[in-house]
């Protein structure tokens, strides 16, 4: 997964162990070799001791006896001795197997790797010697293959047993990893429950890598919720302030007939009834909560029997959705308020609320007063106009329900109802992520 942190550091601690285990298995393999050569080296030059003690001062055989292995064609062990007067006594293990050695200074050594008969490869000592006057060279050699054969065992075993090392310490890693991210889906848990409405600010007691940025999200959430408080209350604060002056405004305007002047302030009162109203049908809804259909519905229902307490209506409601859905619930209160209230306001004894969730809203809210007529639906949808001046409104809330309706890209219908005979509004609203 692009961007996963997880995968990230799981590709980046496995290359990283598996670069130092290479890393050790390499000089672990070069330390080996190189102590190897040097102890192959040292015995050669014990050999070498015994060689040159049984050099005679006359004559090409070596008159103390050595290790048989020098006498096997082939051995692997092999030497010469180059005499300063140019003879030359070898092992009878080189059998007819050129073998050359360089002429050294007396007290010169050198140690040198030589191809041996057979393919060995050898590990050539050399030594320049002087007795009684004479100078000569001494050339002893062991063949490293064996050596080498188990070296390349072990460096196979290394590579071997640093992946599975490097796979186990990714399995450690990947169990630590997810250890360590279920305490930040504790956070994520919260963000949905904090989408949901279900809490008010995200948990603190996180890992402390995560802890700032927790605090200034909950610094955020506060403001933002002080901000939309202030901004309510302020709203209702001017209504209300401006009710009694614009009452005032329209009954001089009505006794000394200034028309111009009562038209205007009875479009002012309009829009402090439609915010009062909104006030009231939201009620004390928090900001940044879901809507919760059965729940909300129940309480606008309540809400809208007590401001028709005179009508005694029966309002029923047929709610299926989920507890939450992901729609502002500000703007459903509102949306729901402003059909049940006009409902209401017209019905003569029933209002019915349907409600089903699917990958789309449905909202259905029917009644048994007049109804309108097909061609009067539009009408109802113009900011101030009302089909009857004698009921008492300003002709907003069914203009609030479009453009709620409109905000959310649904749709919005009007027709008859075929059980009560009133009323029937149809919202259609498409739910934000349904379908994934």
């Keep these: 997964m692009r961007g996963s942190l997880e995968r990230s550091l799981q590709w980046t601690l496995g290359i990283l162990v598996l670069a130092v285990l290479l890393s050790l298995t390499a000089a672990g393999t070069w330390i080996l070799l190189h102590g190897l050569e040097q102890f192959a080296a040292s015995r050669l030059a014990h050999d070498a001791e015994a060689l040159i003690a049984g050099i005679p001062a006359q004559g090409l055989e070596i008159e103390r006896p050595l290790p048989p292995v020098y006498s096997q064609p082939f ?117 949905q429950r904090l989408t949901s409405g279900a809490i008010t600010r995200l948990r603190e007691d996180v890992p402390a890598e995560i802890r700032p940025l927790v605090g200034e999200m909950n610094l955020l959430i506060a403001a933002w919720r002080a901000h939309l408080e202030r901004s309510r209350a302020s709203l209702g604060n001017l209504a209300h302030a401006l009710k009694s002056p614009l009452a005032l405004i329209l009954q ?56 028709y307490a005179d009508k005694g209506l029966d309002i029923a409601a047929n709610i299926h959705a989920p507890a939450h859905l992901p729609f502002d619930q500000e703007d459903m209160l509102e949306l729901l308020g402003n059909l049940l209230d006009n409902a209401a306001k017209w019905a003569r004894g029933c209002v019915r609320l349907s409600l089903d969730a699917t990958e789309t809203l449905h909202i259905l809210v029917e009644d048994d007063g007049p109804g309108v007529e097909p061609a009067e639906a539009e009408i109802l949808l113009s ?37 009560l005979g009133g009323l029937a509004v149809k919202v259609e609203l498409p739910i934000p992520g349904a379908g994934r």
């Excluded at 479009?267 to 439609?274: F, I």
């Excluded at 049908?281 to 007590?306: Q, S």
């Excluded at 453009?403 to 109802?417: K, N, Q």
């Design 252 to 307: 001089l305007a009505g006794s000394e007939g200034h028309g111009a002047v009562r038209e205007q302030a009875e479009r002012m009162r309009t829009l402090v009834d439609r915010e009062l109203k909104r006030a009231r049908l939201a009620g004390g809804g928090a900001p940044a909560r879901r809507f919760r259909a059965r729940e909300d519905g129940e309480d606008l229902i309540a809400t809208v029997n007590a401001l």
């Design 75 to 191: 051995s692997g062990h092999y030497y010469l001795v180059r005499l300063g007067d140019g003879r030359a006594i070898r092992s009878r293990s080189l059998w007819d197997h050129p073998f050359e050695a360089a002429n050294l200074a007396p007290g010169e050594t050198r140690l040198d790797l030589h191809s041996g008969p057979q393919g060995q490869r050898l590990l050539l000592w050399q030594a320049g010697y002087e007795r009684q006057g004479s100078a000569f060279t001494v050339a002893i050699a062991e063949d490293l293959n064996p050596l080498l054969r188990a070296l390349a065992r072990f460096l196979y075993l290394g590579i071997g047993l640093s992946l599975l090392g490097a796979l186990i310490l990714l399995a450690v890693q990947r169990w630590l990893l997810r250890r360590a991210f279920r305490q930040i889906d504790a956070v994520r848990t919260d963000v």
């Design 383 to 419: 900011r101030g106009s009302r089909l009857d001046e004698t009921t008492p409104g300003h002709g907003l809330g069914l203009a609030i329900v479009g453009d709620i309706v409109r905000l959310h890209g649904g749709e919005l219908r009007f027709g008859r109802s075929e059980s």
